[in-house]
């Protein structure tokens, strides 16, 4: 009976005899658990190179099937690597895994609930990106839909602001502070959106011959400059 030639030992060797002697090091052997380096991980995890001899590591990885151990990521860790993104300024990375989670959500239909925290996300994420009307548009149906919530009227405000629109950041803002009387970032926004309201009234009355209103304006626009909305 003719044997079949065995390469793989044969490579081996062949590899093990080219190598420099200096190259070759001897190998601790891992401990005894036989679970992969990646049993914890999930797919929004990077896979970590092969350590180890490279040649060899890549001879033996070709006799071993490809599976991808990473576990699918739970609807809590999407959310907050959606929220390290935002944190990091990668908003654009941190849009396309919210459009993707909305496909997924709205691809299993209507009964699979309503993640508030992912459209709070997308809305933050829209504006990030100078998407402000998108973005109003969310954080809008957020307070249509869930009134009791402080932070889309919160950063409504902000967006009110960043329009001139002063007197809709205040009603915003009034919102906000209703459904949380004690929110600090609300209640700093209310603070700086008043000192506004009273610039604007200052320098009306100037306007109207006033004395002293216009130093009073430019006073208010001094404190104003070193103060922004959260």
């Known amino acids: 009976m003719t044997n079949t030639p065995r390469f793989i030992p044969v490579l081996l060797a062949a590899l093990l005899l080219a190598a420099p002697l200096e190259a070759v090091h001897a190998q601790a052997m891992p401990g005894g658990s036989t679970q992969s380096q990646n049993a914890n991980m999930t797919t929004l995890d990077t896979l970590p190179p092969e350590g180890g001899w490279q040649a060899l590591a890549n001879l033996l990885d070709k006799a071993k099937p490809s599976t991808d151990t990473r576990l699918t990521p739970t609807p809590s860790q999407i959310t ?3 929220e390290l993104l935002l944190n990091q300024g990668k908003n654009e990375q941190a849009l396309k895994m919210i ?16 993640d508030v925290q992912l459209e709070f996300q997308h809305a933050r994420a829209l504006a990030a990106l100078g998407r402000v009307d998108e973005a109003m548009d969310v954080y ?3 307070t249509q839909r869930y009134p009791e919530l402080p932070e889309p009227w919160n950063n409504m405000a902000v967006l009110y602001v960043g329009r001139g629109d002063i007197d809709r950041a205040q009603d915003a803002l009034r919102s906000a502070l209703l459904a949380w009387p004690a929110y600090p970032a609300a209640k700093a926004n209310m ?3 008043q000192l506004m309201l009273a610039r604007r009234s200052y320098s009306e009355a100037s306007k109207l011959g006033v004395t002293g209103s216009q130093n009073k304006a430019r006073a208010l626009d001094n404190l ?7």
């Open 99 to 114: 459009d993707d989670r909305i496909a997924a959500v709205r691809n299993r239909g209507p009964n699979d609930g309503t």
């Open 140 to 142: 809008t149906e957020m």
């Open 191 to 193: 603070a700086d959106v």
């Open 80 to 82: 907050d690597r959606i």
């Open 224 to 230: 104003l400059n070193e103060k922004k909305p959260q």
